[in-house]
């Protein structure tokens, strides 16, 4: 069974303050690996979707890397809008009708 | 750009009634998905819809669960007989085809009185 397991759960940041958030996965065979922004009482918000070792994408100040077995998230230079849940998500070859999550990492961001 | 849409978007009710929840899928996607969020966790799939056809169901949607998609349009989930450890955000998403991301709608927030 795929697993996505995220670290770390919480991460609080200064304005301006650069970090990363991981994503480390195992699945029979990577379709594509999905980042996605929750804000509170609300649903994910896509973002990017990384299909092999080496790929990268970007929006703003999110960056998005893929190996063979984990995923890194950067934000740099945040504002306290970047403020959110960020989920990482798996779709297997075998089963390439879900998704499965992490529990995701809440990033918070002061000014 | 109208997304996915649900509703309602908050669900109270007491333990043993039935409810029904709906969701309207971004126009011409084909694909329809059910996720199930407890607090603090990720999603969890539930089932999705191929058009009208329910391609697959998650072993965590038990008998008291059903899902339609009549005609390939909007979905609908019930919960018969809803029990306290159904309070959960109950998601949807759409896409146009396994190739897509999944795009998800702001949820209906079930919780059992």
């Known amino acids: 069974e795929d697993q996505v397991t995220q670290s770390p759960e919480a991460l609080r940041l200064q304005e301006g303050e650069s970090s990363s958030l991981n994503c480390s996965y195992t699945v029979s065979g990577l379709r594509g690996l999905f980042w996605y922004r929750q804000d509170p009482g609300k649903g994910p918000e896509f973002l990017f979707t990384l299909y092999s070792a080496g790929e990268e994408k970007e929006k703003e100040r999110l960056k998005a890397t893929l190996t063979k077995k984990e995923s890194f998230l950067h934000i740099t230079a945040p504002k306290p809008e970047d403020s959110a849940t960020y989920l990482c998500?798996?779709?297997?070859?075998?089963?390439?009708?879900?998704?499965?999550f992490g529990a995701g990492t809440t990033v918070t961001v002061r000014a | 750009d109208t997304g996915v849409s649900q509703n309602p978007r908050h669900k109270i009710t007491k333990r043993g009634q039935n409810v029904t929840f709906r969701c309207d899928p971004i126009?011409?996607?084909?694909?329809l998905y059910w996720y199930r969020q407890t607090l603090g966790q990720g999603p969890e799939f539930l089932t999705y819809?191929?058009?009208?056809?329910?391609?697959?169901k998650s072993r965590l949607l038990s008998d008291r669960f059903s899902a339609e998609r009549p005609k390939g349009s909007f979905s609908t989930l019930e919960i018969q007989r809803t029990e306290q450890g159904d309070s959960a955000m109950y998601l949807c998403?759409?896409?146009?085809?396994?190739?897509?991301?999944?795009?998800f709608g702001d949820g209906t927030r079930l919780s059992i009185l």
């Open positions: 126009s011409e996607h084909n694909r």
């Open positions: 819809f191929q058009n009208e056809a329910q391609l697959e």
């Open positions: 998500a798996v779709q297997g070859f075998g089963d390439d009708y879900k998704l499965s």
């Open positions: 998403a759409s896409s146009l085809d396994t190739y897509q991301p999944q795009h």
